[in-house]
C-alpha cells in the first residue's frame, strides 16, 4: 500500500520505467565497450610483442647512444620500503640515468635510512628553478653510488617534489617512480623505446603489478605470488584489467590521458613547457598528461604518448579496508579533477579524439559512473516499494552485468597468462579466475561506495593530499 493516488502513480510509472531502461543500457553498454577494448588490446599487444622480438633489444639500447634519464622518486614516510626500492633502482639494466630520491619533508625516518645505507654526504650543487617548488634544504651524493643524488625539502606534496626533482635533473628524459615501487631489471630497455622509435613520443607508461605475496631481496622480485588476503587478490584483476586492457586500448588512438605516477616516463622539455606538475592537485599524474594534450593539440603539434604493456614495476597494494578507502576516494577526487579542470576539451573538435570520445567516456564512464550506479538501486527500491518492478528488465540487469564484469575479469587473466606469465604456476591462475565471480559481489560495490565517497568530497570541496597510507614493506 502507498500513500499516493492513482493520477501520480500513472505520471511516476513511466519515468522509473524509462530510468530503469536507460541504467540497465547504460551498464550493458559500458560493459561491452569494456569487453571490445580487451579483444582489440589483446590483438595490439600481439602484434607489440612480434615487433619487438624481431628488434634486438639490448644491444639497440644498452649503446652509448641511448637516451639518458633522470628517475624522480618523490618520498614521504616511506621508512619501510625505500631502501629496498632504492636498491631495485640501482640494479636496473641501461647505460646512463641517474636516480633523484626527493625527501617531502618526512616526519618519519625515510632520510636517516637513505642517509646510512647509501653513504651520502651533503653537496653544494647548482640548479635552475625552471618550476616552482618548496624550499631545499639540503641536497645529499652518494659516494658509493656516483649516480644517487637525495633531496631534502621542505614538504609541499608530490607534484612540488617532482618539480624540485625536475629542476635538479641532469637528462632529457624524466621517469616518475613511486617509492614503494620495485622495478623488473630491464624496465627502462624496454619503456625508452617509443622515445627511440618516434621522435614525436612525449611521454609514456608502463604496467604495474601488486607485490603483496611476492618474495623480494635485496630489491628484486625473486618469486612471484598472490597476497594472501582477498583484498589484495581482486586488486590483481583490477590492475590486469585497467593496464592490459584500458590503457592499451585508448593507447592506440593516441587517447590516453592517464600514466600511472608509479611508473611514467616523459620528455622533460614538454613538462618543463607546460609549467611542470601543478602543486596541490591530488591526481597529478593524470592532471599533467591531460595539460600535455591541451597544450599540444592548440598548438597543432604531432605528438604521441604511448603505453608500454611489458615494462613492469611492482608496488604495494592496501590490504586494510581503510586504508584502500583513502586511496580510491583519492582517486576519484583526482580523477573528476583533471577532467572537470580541462572541461573545454569536452566534445570539442579541436582536441581530436581525446575532447571527443575519450574525454566523454572517462568522464561519464569513470567520473559519474559511481552515481549512476546508486541511481539504479535506489530506481529498483522505489520501482519495488510502487510494485512497478518490470522482473525481465531487473534480471537481465542482473545478468548482463555480472557476466559482462565476470568476463572481462576473466579475459583479463587469461590475456596475462597468454601474454608475459607473470603468475608461473596454475593455481594462481585457476585462484584468480574463480575469484572473478565473487569479485563482483564483494569488491565491487565496496569500491564504488568509495568512489561515490570521493565524488562527494569533490563536490563540498575537501581537499586532499597523498593521504596517509600504511606501508607494511617488503
Aim: hydrophobic share 45%; charged share 20%.
Amino acid at each position: 500500500m502507498t500513500y499516493f493516488d492513482q493520477n501520480t502513480l500513472d505520471i511516476l510509472y513511466p519515468f522509473i520505467r524509462t530510468t530503469n531502461y536507460f541504467i540497465t543500457g547504460y551498464f550493458v553498454f559500458i560493459n561491452i565497450v569494456y569487453i571490445l577494448m580487451l579483444l582489440i588490446a589483446f590483438n595490439a599487444i600481439k602484434k607489440y610483442s612480434q615487433h619487438v622480438q624481431s628488434l634486438e633489444m639490448k644491444n639497440l639500447f644498452l649503446s652509448p647512444f641511448a637516451k639518458p634519464i633522470s628517475l624522480l622518486v618523490p618520498a614521504y614516510n616511506e621508512q619501510s620500503t625505500i631502501v629496498g626500492s632504492l636498491k631495485s633502482i640501482l640494479q636496473l639494466q641501461y647505460p646512463t640515468y641517474e636516480i633523484i630520491l626527493i625527501n617531502d619533508g618526512s616526519s618519519d625516518n625515510t632520510l636517516e635510512q637513505v642517509l646510512k645505507s647509501f653513504d651520502l654526504v651533503r653537496t653544494k650543487n647548482v640548479f635552475r628553478n625552471q618550476l616552482p617548488s618548496q624550499d631545499i634544504k639540503a641536497i645529499y651524493e652518494s659516494t658509493t653510488y656516483s649516480n644517487l643524488t637525495v633531496v631534502d625539502k621542505v614538504n609541499g606534496g608530490k607534484a612540488d617534489a617532482l618539480n624540485a626533482g625536475i629542476n635538479i635533473s641532469k637528462y632529457p628524459l624524466i621517469c616518475s617512480l613511486d617509492a614503494d615501487s620495485v622495478l623488473e631489471p630491464d624496465v627502462l630497455v624496454k619503456i625508452v623505446r617509443p622515445f627511440v622509435e618516434d621522435h614525436t613520443t612525449v611521454a609514456a607508461g608502463g604496467s604495474i603489478r601488486i607485490a603483496n605475496g611476492c618474495e623480494i631481496f635485496s630489491g628484486r622480485v625473486n618469486k612471484i605470488g598472490l597476497p594472501k588476503s582477498l583484498l589484495g587478490k581482486f586488486q590483481i584483476m583490477e590492475y590486469l584489467r585497467a593496464f592490459l586492457a584500458g590503457r592499451m586500448a585508448f593507447s592506440l588512438i593516441n587517447g590516453l590521458i592517464i600514466i600511472s605516477g608509479a611508473f611514467g616516463i616523459f620528455k622533460k622539455s614538454t613538462v618543463v613547457e607546460i609549467g611542470g606538475y601543478r602543486a596541490g592537485s591530488v591526481g597529478e599524474d593524470m592532471e599533467l598528461v591531460m595539460r600535455m594534450h591541451a597544450r599540444l593539440r592548440e598548438k597543432k603539434e604531432p605528438y604521441n604518448i604511448t603505453f608500454i604493456p611489458d615494462p613492469v614495476c611492482w608496488t604495494e597494494a592496501p590490504e586494510d579496508i581503510k586504508v584502500l578507502g583513502l586511496q580510491r576516494t583519492r582517486w576519484q577526487r583526482g580523477l573528476l579533477e583533471s577532467l572537470l579542470g580541462h572541461k573545454k576539451m569536452l566534445f570539442n573538435p579541436k582536441y581530436g579524439i581525446v575532447g571527443l570520445v575519450v574525454y566523454p567516456f572517462f568522464l561519464f564512464a569513470e567520473g559519474f559512473g559511481p552515481i549512476l550506479e546508486l541511481l539504479g538501486f535506489l530506481v529498483f527500491f522505489v520501482s519495488w516499494y510502487f510494485d512497478m518492478v518490470a522482473y525481465p528488465l531487473v534480471y537481465l540487469f542482473i545478468l548482463a552485468t555480472i557476466v559482462l564484469n565476470i568476463l572481462l575479469s576473466i579475459g583479463s587473466v587469461i590475456f596475462e597468462e597468454m601474454t608475459y606469465q607473470r603468475y608461473p604456476k596454475t593455481s594462481m591462475i585457476v585462484t584468480l579466475i574463480g575469484l572473478s565471480f565473487v569479485e563482483i559481489l564483494v569488491y565491487r560495490p565496496v569500491t564504488s561506495w568509495y568512489r561515490i565517497v570521493g565524488i562527494f568530497q569533490y563536490v563540498t570541496g575537501k581537499k586532499g593530499g597523498w593521504g596517509k597510507m600504511v606501508r607494511k614493506g617488503f
